[in-house]
């Protein structure tokens, strides 16, 4: 493959609009997923795990972020695949968290 054809596929994809949008914590609390796979990623609010997950049949990447998922994911990360369900408390300020299922 030439140089030409390889930017060629490479603005193709970063033209592209069908790309689904990664789901938030949020969107996921109440909700039992597969967690496939994590990946660290740098953001300007630092490490922030997304996990490759599938929910509802559908594959999905999401952001799993908290002060009490970022250690859970640590621990979860040496054993995946798991289905978890992902939850948090009444309190506005209250941490999610993972429960394998």
Same mark, same amino acid.
């Given at each position: 493959?030439? %140089?030409n #054809? ?6 193709? =994809?970063? $033209?592209? %609009? #069908? &790309? *689904? *949008?990664t789901?938030?914590?949020? @969107? ?5 997923? !597969? =967690?496939?796979?994590?990946?660290l /990623? !740098?953001t300007?609010? +630092? $490490?922030? &795990? =997304? +996990?490759?997950?599938?929910? $509802?049949? @559908?594959?999905?990447d999401?952001?799993? %972020? ?8 640590? /621990?979860?990360t040496?054993?995946? *695949?798991? !289905? ?5 408390g009444? +309190? $506005?300020y209250? *941490? ?6």
């Amino acid at each position: 493959m030439t %140089t030409n #054809d390889l930017n060629t596929q490479l603005q193709e =994809i970063a $033209d592209s %609009t #069908d &790309f *689904p *949008p990664t789901l938030s914590t949020a @969107e996921l609390n109440g909700k039992t997923f !597969t =967690i496939n796979n994590t990946r660290l /990623v !740098t953001t300007k609010h +630092g $490490d922030r &795990f =997304i +996990g490759e997950i599938e929910l $509802d049949g @559908e594959h999905h990447d999401a952001w799993l %972020t908290g002060s009490k998922l970022t250690p859970q994911l640590e /621990v979860i990360t040496l054993h995946l *695949p798991q !289905t978890v369900l992902l939850t948090k408390g009444e +309190g $506005d300020y209250d *941490p999610y968290t993972l429960q394998v299922v």
